[in-house]
C-alpha cells in the first residue's frame, strides 16, 4: 500500500498557507495556537508521499508568482484562485 500525504491548504480568512501534513487537521490545531484568527483547512489533496514535498515546492512557486509571499502565508488570493492554481498541480498525482 502506497503511503499517503497531503498538501492542504489553510486559510484565516484573508491570507492562505499551503504546506504538507500526514494529518491536516492536526496541523491545523497546531496552527491555530498561534494565530489570534479563527483558522480552517480550505482544500488538502492526497498525494504519494514520495512526491508531496516536491509537489508542494511546486506549489509555492506557482501561486507566489501571482500572490506576496510570508513564509507558506500568500495575501491578496482569493479562495477560488488559490485553490485552482495548487489544484493544476496536485490533482495529476492524487491518490
Known amino acids: 500500500m502506497q503511503e499517503v500525504s497531503y498538501i492542504y491548504i489553510i486559510s484565516d480568512g484573508t491570507n492562505?498557507?499551503?504546506?504538507v501534513s500526514v494529518n491536516p487537521e492536526k496541523r491545523l490545531k497546531q496552527l491555530q495556537t498561534g494565530s489570534p484568527l479563527q483558522l480552517q483547512?480550505?482544500?488538502k489533496f492526497a498525494l504519494p508521499k514520495s512526491m508531496v514535498y516536491r509537489l508542494e515546492k511546486e506549489c509555492h512557486q506557482k501561486v507566489s508568482s501571482h500572490y506576496?509571499?510570508?513564509?507558506?502565508?500568500?495575501a491578496g488570493a482569493t479562495e477560488f484562485h488559490i485553490r485552482l492554481l495548487v489544484d493544476e498541480i496536485c490533482d495529476r498525482y492524487a491518490i
Open 68 to 74: 506576496q509571499k510570508r513564509g507558506e502565508w500568500f
Open 16 to 19: 492562505y498557507k499551503v504546506g
Open 41 to 43: 483547512i480550505v482544500e
